[in-house]
Protein backbone atom coordinates (compact mmCIF):
# COMPACT_ATOMS: atom_id res chain seq x y z
CA UNK A 1 0.00 0.00 0.00
CA UNK A 2 1.56 3.01 -0.85
CA UNK A 3 2.52 5.67 1.85
CA UNK A 4 2.57 9.48 1.61
CA UNK A 5 2.90 12.57 4.38
CA UNK A 6 -0.24 14.62 2.57
CA UNK A 7 -2.61 13.14 0.48
CA UNK A 8 -4.47 16.01 -1.33
CA UNK A 9 -7.70 15.27 -3.23
CA UNK A 10 -8.83 17.81 -5.78
CA UNK A 11 -6.40 19.52 -7.98
CA UNK A 12 -7.79 22.65 -8.38
CA UNK A 13 -5.92 26.10 -7.57
CA UNK A 14 -5.75 25.67 -4.03
CA UNK A 15 -5.34 22.08 -4.28
CA UNK A 16 -2.48 22.85 -6.37
CA UNK A 17 -0.89 25.39 -3.77
CA UNK A 18 -1.23 23.10 -0.82
CA UNK A 19 0.44 20.39 -2.82
CA UNK A 20 3.24 22.98 -3.92
CA UNK A 21 3.93 24.56 -0.68
CA UNK A 22 4.02 20.87 1.18
CA UNK A 23 6.28 18.98 -1.07
CA UNK A 24 8.58 22.08 -1.64
CA UNK A 25 9.46 21.87 1.92
CA UNK A 26 10.63 17.97 1.26
CA UNK A 27 6.73 16.37 2.62
CA UNK A 28 5.86 13.09 0.10
CA UNK A 29 2.72 14.73 -1.67
CA UNK A 30 0.23 12.81 -3.42
CA UNK A 31 -2.58 14.46 -5.94
CA UNK A 32 -5.44 12.76 -6.90
CA UNK A 33 -8.08 14.86 -9.20
CA UNK A 34 -11.36 12.52 -10.46
CA UNK A 35 -11.20 14.13 -13.80
CA UNK A 36 -8.93 12.67 -16.75
CA UNK A 37 -7.28 16.41 -17.22
CA UNK A 38 -6.26 19.20 -14.68
CA UNK A 39 -8.32 22.05 -15.43
CA UNK A 40 -11.53 20.55 -17.02
CA UNK A 41 -14.26 20.95 -16.85
CA UNK A 42 -13.44 24.89 -16.30
CA UNK A 43 -15.36 25.57 -12.53
CA UNK A 44 -15.60 29.32 -12.62
CA UNK A 45 -16.07 32.46 -14.37
CA UNK A 46 -12.50 33.39 -14.38
CA UNK A 47 -12.25 36.99 -13.42
CA UNK A 48 -9.10 37.61 -10.50
CA UNK A 49 -7.68 40.42 -8.55
CA UNK A 50 -3.34 40.90 -8.97
CA UNK A 51 -3.40 38.96 -5.69
CA UNK A 52 -3.84 35.85 -7.74
CA UNK A 53 -1.64 36.77 -9.95
CA UNK A 54 1.28 37.04 -7.19
CA UNK A 55 -0.01 33.58 -5.44
CA UNK A 56 0.56 32.08 -8.74
CA UNK A 57 3.52 33.59 -9.34
CA UNK A 58 3.11 34.34 -13.23
CA UNK A 59 0.29 36.01 -15.72
CA UNK A 60 0.95 33.11 -18.46
CA UNK A 61 -2.59 32.59 -18.21
CA UNK A 62 -4.17 36.11 -18.34
CA UNK A 63 -6.25 36.28 -20.93
CA UNK A 64 -7.55 40.24 -20.79
CA UNK A 65 -7.62 43.29 -18.17
CA UNK A 66 -10.41 45.00 -16.87
CA UNK A 67 -10.74 48.57 -15.76
CA UNK A 68 -14.31 48.47 -14.60
CA UNK A 69 -17.51 47.58 -14.46
CA UNK A 70 -21.53 48.40 -15.54
CA UNK A 71 -23.92 47.73 -12.94
CA UNK A 72 -27.72 47.14 -14.07
CA UNK A 73 -30.04 47.53 -12.22
CA UNK A 74 -33.84 45.54 -12.48
CA UNK A 75 -35.00 47.96 -14.37
CA UNK A 76 -31.85 48.17 -16.39
CA UNK A 77 -30.70 51.66 -14.88
CA UNK A 78 -26.79 51.41 -14.49
CA UNK A 79 -23.84 53.46 -13.27
CA UNK A 80 -20.69 52.43 -14.70
CA UNK A 81 -17.24 52.72 -12.82
CA UNK A 82 -13.77 53.05 -14.94
CA UNK A 83 -10.68 53.64 -13.59
CA UNK A 84 -7.12 54.46 -15.51
CA UNK A 85 -5.58 51.48 -14.62
CA UNK A 86 -6.29 47.72 -15.13
CA UNK A 87 -8.49 46.89 -11.73
CA UNK A 88 -8.58 42.79 -12.28
CA UNK A 89 -7.50 40.32 -15.04
CA UNK A 90 -9.71 37.70 -16.79
CA UNK A 91 -7.85 34.53 -17.29
CA UNK A 92 -7.77 30.91 -18.92
CA UNK A 93 -9.38 29.27 -16.22
CA UNK A 94 -8.48 25.58 -17.10
CA UNK A 95 -4.79 27.28 -17.84
CA UNK A 96 -4.01 28.72 -14.14
CA UNK A 97 -5.27 24.79 -12.96
CA UNK A 98 -2.43 23.39 -15.19
CA UNK A 99 -0.49 26.11 -14.65
CA UNK A 100 -0.73 25.53 -11.14
CA UNK A 101 -0.73 21.84 -10.96
CA UNK A 102 2.66 21.67 -13.01
CA UNK A 103 4.03 23.60 -10.76
CA UNK A 104 3.53 21.31 -8.03
CA UNK A 105 4.55 18.69 -9.87
CA UNK A 106 8.12 20.11 -10.98
CA UNK A 107 7.93 20.94 -6.80
CA UNK A 108 8.08 17.25 -6.31
CA UNK A 109 4.35 16.18 -5.72
CA UNK A 110 2.41 13.35 -7.70
CA UNK A 111 -0.25 13.97 -10.23
CA UNK A 112 -2.92 11.13 -10.36
CA UNK A 113 -5.80 12.07 -12.57
CA UNK A 114 -8.91 10.29 -13.15
CA UNK A 115 -8.67 8.80 -9.40
CA UNK A 116 -11.12 9.61 -7.19
CA UNK A 117 -11.74 9.19 -3.40
CA UNK A 118 -14.35 7.26 -2.23
CA UNK A 119 -13.92 6.68 1.65
CA UNK A 120 -12.25 6.43 4.67
CA UNK A 121 -11.34 3.01 5.85
CA UNK A 122 -9.99 3.07 8.85
CA UNK A 123 -8.31 6.12 11.03
CA UNK A 124 -5.51 5.44 13.54
CA UNK A 125 -3.34 8.10 15.28
CA UNK A 126 -1.25 9.88 12.95
CA UNK A 127 -2.34 7.66 9.66
CA UNK A 128 -5.81 7.67 7.63
CA UNK A 129 -6.27 4.67 5.18
CA UNK A 130 -8.41 5.74 2.28
CA UNK A 131 -9.99 3.75 -0.62
CA UNK A 132 -9.48 5.16 -4.59
CA UNK A 133 -11.26 4.54 -7.50
CA UNK A 134 -9.65 4.52 -10.90
CA UNK A 135 -11.34 5.45 -13.82
CA UNK A 136 -11.39 2.00 -14.97
CA UNK A 137 -12.84 0.96 -11.37
CA UNK A 138 -10.09 -0.71 -10.03
CA UNK A 139 -10.19 0.24 -5.93
CA UNK A 140 -7.19 1.27 -4.62
CA UNK A 141 -5.61 2.21 -1.35
CA UNK A 142 -3.61 4.66 0.25
CA UNK A 143 -1.98 5.44 3.79
CA UNK A 144 -1.51 9.25 4.50
CA UNK A 145 -0.69 10.88 7.27
CA UNK A 146 -2.96 13.81 6.60
CA UNK A 147 -5.81 14.17 4.13
CA UNK A 148 -6.46 17.63 2.13
CA UNK A 149 -9.77 18.12 0.90
CA UNK A 150 -9.66 20.42 -1.81
CA UNK A 151 -12.38 18.73 -3.73
CA UNK A 152 -15.01 21.72 -3.80
CA UNK A 153 -18.74 21.87 -3.09
CA UNK A 154 -20.03 18.52 -2.40
CA UNK A 155 -16.44 17.19 -0.69
CA UNK A 156 -16.01 13.57 -0.21
CA UNK A 157 -13.47 14.70 1.80
CA UNK A 158 -15.70 16.64 4.44
CA UNK A 159 -18.21 14.25 4.41
CA UNK A 160 -16.16 11.13 5.31
CA UNK A 161 -14.52 13.24 7.98
CA UNK A 162 -17.59 14.15 9.21
CA UNK A 163 -16.52 17.83 9.06
CA UNK A 164 -19.55 19.77 7.06
CA UNK A 165 -22.36 20.84 7.81
CA UNK A 166 -24.74 21.91 4.76
CA UNK A 167 -24.53 25.33 3.09
CA UNK A 168 -26.35 27.63 0.76
CA UNK A 169 -25.28 26.22 -2.61
CA UNK A 170 -25.74 28.38 -5.28
CA UNK A 171 -26.29 27.38 -9.21
CA UNK A 172 -24.58 28.46 -11.56
CA UNK A 173 -24.39 28.24 -15.50
CA UNK A 174 -22.04 30.13 -17.93
CA UNK A 175 -21.26 30.05 -21.26
CA UNK A 176 -18.18 31.67 -23.43
CA UNK A 177 -19.43 32.73 -26.73
CA UNK A 178 -16.21 33.63 -29.30
CA UNK A 179 -17.66 36.75 -30.69
CA UNK A 180 -19.51 39.23 -28.62
CA UNK A 181 -20.00 43.42 -28.81
CA UNK A 182 -19.33 44.97 -25.70
CA UNK A 183 -16.75 47.27 -23.95
CA UNK A 184 -13.80 45.23 -23.72
CA UNK A 185 -12.87 47.04 -20.54
CA UNK A 186 -15.98 46.77 -18.15
CA UNK A 187 -17.73 43.95 -16.77
CA UNK A 188 -21.20 44.15 -16.95
CA UNK A 189 -23.21 43.21 -13.62
CA UNK A 190 -27.06 42.06 -13.68
CA UNK A 191 -29.09 42.62 -10.49
CA UNK A 192 -32.47 41.60 -9.56
CA UNK A 193 -35.09 38.63 -9.94
CA UNK A 194 -35.41 38.91 -13.58
CA UNK A 195 -32.15 37.48 -14.15
CA UNK A 196 -30.45 36.44 -11.28
CA UNK A 197 -32.07 36.38 -7.53
CA UNK A 198 -29.80 35.92 -4.73
CA UNK A 199 -26.59 36.75 -6.76
CA UNK A 200 -26.15 38.67 -10.15
CA UNK A 201 -25.67 37.66 -14.00
CA UNK A 202 -22.37 38.94 -15.67
CA UNK A 203 -20.84 39.77 -19.30
CA UNK A 204 -17.46 39.33 -19.08
CA UNK A 205 -14.96 40.35 -21.72
CA UNK A 206 -12.59 37.75 -22.75
CA UNK A 207 -10.16 39.82 -24.76
CA UNK A 208 -10.22 38.01 -28.23
CA UNK A 209 -13.62 39.52 -29.02
CA UNK A 210 -15.68 37.30 -27.06
CA UNK A 211 -17.43 36.84 -23.88
CA UNK A 212 -17.95 34.55 -21.26
CA UNK A 213 -22.14 35.23 -19.70
CA UNK A 214 -23.80 33.30 -16.82
CA UNK A 215 -25.71 33.49 -13.83
CA UNK A 216 -25.76 32.61 -10.29
CA UNK A 217 -29.07 32.65 -8.61
CA UNK A 218 -31.07 31.22 -5.60
CA UNK A 219 -32.65 27.71 -6.04
CA UNK A 220 -35.80 29.03 -5.69
CA UNK A 221 -37.10 26.24 -8.47
CA UNK A 222 -36.10 28.10 -11.48
CA UNK A 223 -33.25 26.45 -12.89
CA UNK A 224 -30.09 28.72 -13.36
CA UNK A 225 -30.11 27.57 -17.23
CA UNK A 226 -33.40 29.59 -17.50
CA UNK A 227 -32.00 32.26 -16.15
CA UNK A 228 -29.04 32.25 -17.99
CA UNK A 229 -31.65 32.27 -21.13
CA UNK A 230 -33.01 35.43 -19.82
CA UNK A 231 -29.90 37.72 -19.56
CA UNK A 232 -28.66 36.24 -23.52
CA UNK A 233 -32.35 37.25 -24.91
CA UNK A 234 -31.68 40.74 -23.16
CA UNK A 235 -28.29 40.65 -24.70
CA UNK A 236 -29.46 39.84 -27.48
CA UNK A 237 -32.45 42.14 -28.04
CA UNK A 238 -29.36 45.24 -26.72
CA UNK A 239 -26.80 44.11 -28.88
CA UNK A 240 -29.02 43.82 -31.88
CA UNK A 241 -28.03 39.72 -32.46
CA UNK A 242 -28.05 37.17 -30.11
CA UNK A 243 -24.71 35.27 -29.37
CA UNK A 244 -24.15 32.11 -31.02
CA UNK A 245 -21.82 29.07 -31.28
CA UNK A 246 -20.74 28.96 -27.19
CA UNK A 247 -17.31 27.29 -27.14
CA UNK A 248 -18.03 26.20 -23.56
CA UNK A 249 -20.30 25.65 -20.71
CA UNK A 250 -19.95 25.65 -16.99
CA UNK A 251 -22.70 24.08 -14.65
CA UNK A 252 -21.72 24.94 -11.18
CA UNK A 253 -22.74 25.31 -7.74
CA UNK A 254 -21.10 28.34 -5.38
CA UNK A 255 -21.06 27.32 -1.78
CA UNK A 256 -22.52 30.63 0.70
CA UNK A 257 -21.62 30.73 4.23
CA UNK A 258 -19.27 29.01 6.51
CA UNK A 259 -18.65 25.51 8.12
CA UNK A 260 -17.71 25.76 11.80
CA UNK A 261 -14.65 23.29 11.34
CA UNK A 262 -12.24 23.13 8.22
CA UNK A 263 -9.76 20.76 10.38
CA UNK A 264 -9.52 17.88 12.62
CA UNK A 265 -7.96 14.44 13.14
CA UNK A 266 -5.85 13.88 10.33
CA UNK A 267 -8.23 16.05 8.17
CA UNK A 268 -7.85 19.86 6.69
CA UNK A 269 -10.25 21.44 4.19
CA UNK A 270 -9.44 24.43 2.04
CA UNK A 271 -11.30 26.13 -1.07
CA UNK A 272 -14.94 25.59 -1.87
CA UNK A 273 -14.71 22.56 0.33
CA UNK A 274 -14.12 24.64 3.52
CA UNK A 275 -16.69 27.35 2.04
CA UNK A 276 -14.11 29.49 1.57
CA UNK A 277 -15.80 32.23 -0.90
CA UNK A 278 -16.58 35.47 -0.90
CA UNK A 279 -20.45 35.98 0.07
CA UNK A 280 -20.67 38.96 -2.61
CA UNK A 281 -19.75 37.82 -5.57
CA UNK A 282 -19.43 33.88 -5.33
CA UNK A 283 -14.96 33.94 -6.41
CA UNK A 284 -12.94 31.48 -4.60
CA UNK A 285 -9.76 31.64 -6.38
CA UNK A 286 -8.40 34.28 -4.18
CA UNK A 287 -9.42 32.59 -0.87
CA UNK A 288 -9.17 29.27 -1.86
CA UNK A 289 -5.45 29.98 -2.96
CA UNK A 290 -4.20 32.16 0.15
CA UNK A 291 -5.82 29.68 2.62
CA UNK A 292 -4.06 27.20 0.82
CA UNK A 293 -0.81 28.63 1.93
CA UNK A 294 -2.05 28.80 5.41
CA UNK A 295 -2.77 25.23 5.38
CA UNK A 296 0.52 24.31 4.29
CA UNK A 297 2.73 26.24 7.14
CA UNK A 298 0.32 24.61 9.22
CA UNK A 299 0.51 21.25 7.98
CA UNK A 300 4.25 21.53 7.61
CA UNK A 301 5.07 21.97 10.90
CA UNK A 302 2.31 19.42 12.41
CA UNK A 303 3.64 17.03 10.25
CA UNK A 304 7.45 17.46 11.28
CA UNK A 305 6.26 17.61 14.99
CA UNK A 306 4.52 14.02 14.34
CA UNK A 307 1.15 15.68 15.61
CA UNK A 308 -1.86 15.87 13.32
CA UNK A 309 -4.30 15.86 15.92
CA UNK A 310 -7.27 17.50 15.42
CA UNK A 311 -6.59 20.46 18.53
CA UNK A 312 -2.77 20.66 16.07
CA UNK A 313 -4.43 21.48 13.43
CA UNK A 314 -7.24 23.91 14.01
CA UNK A 315 -4.32 26.26 14.46
CA UNK A 316 -5.34 26.61 10.59
CA UNK A 317 -9.20 27.28 11.43
CA UNK A 318 -7.22 30.32 13.40
CA UNK A 319 -4.65 31.82 11.14
CA UNK A 320 -7.23 31.72 7.85
CA UNK A 321 -10.09 33.04 9.89
CA UNK A 322 -8.19 36.05 11.57
CA UNK A 323 -7.14 36.81 8.37
CA UNK A 324 -10.19 36.16 6.11
CA UNK A 325 -12.76 35.41 8.25
CA UNK A 326 -14.38 39.41 9.13
CA UNK A 327 -13.83 40.31 5.77
CA UNK A 328 -16.31 36.66 4.84
CA UNK A 329 -18.41 37.19 7.65
CA UNK A 330 -19.22 40.64 7.11
CA UNK A 331 -19.54 40.00 3.23
CA UNK A 332 -22.55 37.67 4.45
CA UNK A 333 -24.51 40.06 6.60
CA UNK A 334 -24.31 42.14 3.82
CA UNK A 335 -25.59 39.28 1.46
CA UNK A 336 -28.66 38.71 3.61
CA UNK A 337 -29.48 42.07 3.07
CA UNK A 338 -29.11 42.13 0.14
CA UNK A 339 -31.09 39.41 -0.79
CA UNK A 340 -34.25 40.93 0.86
CA UNK A 341 -34.01 44.21 -1.11
CA UNK A 342 -36.98 44.48 -3.84
CA UNK A 343 -36.42 44.81 -7.32
CA UNK A 344 -37.25 48.85 -6.90
CA UNK A 345 -34.72 48.99 -3.89
CA UNK A 346 -31.80 48.02 -6.17
CA UNK A 347 -32.65 50.31 -8.47
CA UNK A 348 -32.74 52.87 -6.17
CA UNK A 349 -29.02 51.80 -4.92
CA UNK A 350 -28.03 51.60 -8.68
CA UNK A 351 -29.17 55.31 -9.22
CA UNK A 352 -27.47 56.45 -5.97
CA UNK A 353 -24.08 54.71 -6.37
CA UNK A 354 -24.37 57.08 -10.06
CA UNK A 355 -23.58 60.08 -7.52
CA UNK A 356 -20.25 61.54 -8.93
CA UNK A 357 -18.63 61.57 -5.35
CA UNK A 358 -19.69 58.16 -4.77
CA UNK A 359 -18.74 56.73 -8.23
CA UNK A 360 -14.99 58.05 -7.21
CA UNK A 361 -15.06 56.34 -3.94
CA UNK A 362 -15.70 53.08 -5.78
CA UNK A 363 -13.01 53.84 -8.79
CA UNK A 364 -10.13 54.41 -5.81
CA UNK A 365 -10.96 51.74 -3.57
CA UNK A 366 -13.18 49.65 -5.15
CA UNK A 367 -11.63 45.75 -3.92
CA UNK A 368 -13.21 42.50 -5.76
CA UNK A 369 -11.13 40.56 -2.39
CA UNK A 370 -12.33 42.94 0.13
CA UNK A 371 -15.62 44.47 -1.11
CA UNK A 372 -16.48 45.30 2.57
CA UNK A 373 -14.33 47.99 2.98
CA UNK A 374 -15.65 50.08 0.20
CA UNK A 375 -18.75 49.40 1.22
CA UNK A 376 -18.53 50.68 4.49
CA UNK A 377 -17.25 54.19 2.81
CA UNK A 378 -20.25 54.20 0.76
CA UNK A 379 -22.78 53.94 3.46
CA UNK A 380 -20.51 56.35 5.70
CA UNK A 381 -20.64 58.85 2.83
CA UNK A 382 -24.35 58.60 1.70
CA UNK A 383 -27.11 59.02 4.02
CA UNK A 384 -29.20 57.63 0.84
CA UNK A 385 -27.67 54.33 1.10
CA UNK A 386 -28.21 54.47 4.74
CA UNK A 387 -32.02 54.97 4.38
CA UNK A 388 -31.78 51.71 1.88
CA UNK A 389 -29.53 49.36 3.96
CA UNK A 390 -30.58 50.21 7.73
CA UNK A 391 -30.00 46.57 8.88
CA UNK A 392 -26.90 46.51 7.31
CA UNK A 393 -25.08 49.32 9.33
CA UNK A 394 -24.51 47.43 12.74
CA UNK A 395 -21.53 45.12 11.23
CA UNK A 396 -19.69 48.63 10.26
CA UNK A 397 -20.77 50.84 12.89
CA UNK A 398 -19.39 48.48 15.51
CA UNK A 399 -16.15 47.40 14.35
CA UNK A 400 -12.55 49.56 14.48
CA UNK A 401 -11.65 50.78 11.23
CA UNK A 402 -11.37 48.29 8.58
CA UNK A 403 -7.48 47.49 6.56
CA UNK A 404 -7.00 44.88 4.27
CA UNK A 405 -4.84 42.51 5.92
CA UNK A 406 -1.36 42.26 5.19
CA UNK A 407 -0.62 38.88 3.32
CA UNK A 408 3.09 38.44 3.76
CA UNK A 409 3.04 36.34 6.76
CA UNK A 410 5.70 34.26 7.34
CA UNK A 411 4.98 32.09 3.56
CA UNK A 412 7.59 31.99 0.99
CA UNK A 413 6.51 32.77 -2.13
CA UNK A 414 8.23 31.45 -5.53
Known amino acids: MPEVDALVVGAGPAG ?10 GHRVLVIEEHGRVGLPVQCAGLVSQRVLDLAGSRAFVRASVRGATVFGPSLVSVSFRAEKERAFVIDRAGLDVYLADRAAKGG ?4 TASRFDRLLRRSPGRSVVQLTGADGTKTEVAARLVVGADG ?25 PKSPGDPELVEVYL ?43 LGARFGERLANA ?29 QVKPLSGGGIFTGMRCAEILAGVADAALREGDLSGPRLAEYDRRWRAELGDELSRALHLRRVFTRLSDAELDAIVRALGRAELTDTIVAFGDIDFPTHVARRLLRQSPSLVRLLPKALGAWWSSPELTVPDLEDDTRRK
Do not use: C, N, Q
Open 16 to 25: SVAAFRLAER
Open 192 to 234: GRRFAPGLFGWWIPDGAGGARVGVAADADGTSARAYFERLLDH
Open 153 to 177: VSSAVARAFRLRRPVEILPAFEAEF
Open 109 to 112: AEFR
Open 247 to 275: TAYLVSGIPIGAVPKTSGDGVMLVGDAAA
